[in-house]
């Protein structure tokens, strides 16, 4: 049966099985009791009778809080930031919700996730019906977990080593007081990876409500599978954020990832559905930084991408403009000239040795 605890469990000093809180003035300290905890958190709406609901699993027992929203939204503005001694990973499954870190606000949609470090203080508010899954892995889990990747006999899983992840966390271990995390956003290339994504989250839950005979080993398979998921490159784009880092730079970084996925060819209505910001805005961040329009700053990725195809590959400029999705010869040609000061055929006759 369920364990009901009030919400102020997430502000409080009060002691429970999984963790345990050490409250500041300016920031609460969360230690995790055992190698991983799971939180599934739903918010109704952001009006005045909506509510927040939080489930907790461990291994050693599970409970739940709920609370209005208003409550959740002033304990958001009132109470200090927290930081805690394990990992966390924030899994946006719908809506939208802020990520406050370090007094900055950063907006999540859904399929984004995050990575936060031991170093950050941080806390989450809902911008709209949402629901969330948190997954908190202790340094000793972390350790268990990469150990067997590391001495696995399977020779692809010790691709997971390769990932930006994985150094992350590595050398993470080494520098606890680190202020990182890492921003992920899904890849155009893997439209169905969201629905992967939900599904395990959905494994994970039902795992943690109905355990059994070798559930403990299948959280371990689960929690390397998510692991593994969002650090692949086919199914996100991470970056990793240094303290300093504005919402307006991390936005660009995103933008940036986007566009070189694409080759440039991507609409300002694509940005806006994955990036959850309005075109206008997007345009005005991209200018910020690069002085160019979304258009201008897609296309150089596209003129990137034809030129290192002509130097790589032998395919007739022709070939080339029509998968860049160049309906006009002229214009290609055009634009071309306009980037690199020469013809297309100039340049690939300049970079080809004989």
């Not at 399929?111 to 000793?140: K, M, P, Q």
């Not at 155009?188 to 939900?198: H, I, P, Y």
């Not at 806006?272 to 206008?280: F, Q, T």
Request: aromatic share 14%.
């Amino acid at each position: 049966m369920l364990r009901e605890v009030s919400k102020d469990y997430i502000t409080s000093a009060k002691p429970n099985a999984s963790f345990s809180i050490n409250t500041g003035s300016d920031s609460n300290y969360y230690q995790l009791k055992l190698p991983y905890q799971i939180t599934y958190e739903f918010c109704s709406g952001t009006e005045e009778d909506d509510y927040m609901n939080a489930i907790t699993f461990s291994e050693d027992e599970f409970f739940y809080a709920r609370d209005s929203f208003q409550g959740h939204d002033k304990a958001f503005h009132d109470h200090p930031l927290h930081f805690h001694d394990y990992y966390e990973i924030m899994i946006v499954l719908s809506g939208t919700v802020t990520q406050r870190i370090e007094d900055i606000d950063y907006k999540y949609p859904a399929g984004t996730c995050c990575l936060i470090n031991r170093g950050i203080r941080h806390a989450e508010n809902f911008d709209t019906e949402s629901s969330i899954l948190f997954v908190g892995l202790s340094t000793s889990m972390i350790g268990e977990l990469f150990t067997v990747a590391e001495h696995s006999s399977f020779h692809s899983e010790k691709d997971f080593m390769k990932s930006n992840l994985y150094s992350f966390i590595i050398s993470d271990l080494d520098n606890p007081d680190r202020k990182a995390y890492l921003d992920m956003i899904p890849a155009f290339a893997k439209a169905t990876g969201f629905e992967q994504l939900k599904n395990l989250s959905t494994e994970m839950l039902n795992t943690m409500m109905f355990p059994h005979f070798g559930s403990s080993y299948k959280m371990r398979s689960l929690l390397s599978e998510l692991l593994y998921f969002i650090s692949s490159t086919d199914n996100y784009h991470c970056t990793e954020v240094e303290m300093g880092m504005g919402n307006d730079q991390l936005l660009f970084s995103r933008v940036e990832h986007l566009m070189t996925e694409r080759n440039g060819r991507v609409t300002r209505s694509e940005l806006e559905k994955v990036l959850n910001y309005s075109g206008d805005y997007l345009n005005r961040i991209v200018n910020k930084f690069t002085g160019m329009c979304l258009y201008d700053y897609g296309m150089t990725f596209c003129l990137r991408k034809a030129a290192m195809d002509l130097v790589n590959t032998k395919e007739s400029i022709s070939s080339i403009a029509q998968n860049l999705q160049f309906s006009n010869r002229t214009h290609f040609y055009s634009l071309f000239e306009k980037q690199y000061h020469m013809t297309p055929k100039e340049y690939r006759a300049k970079h080809i040795s004989p």
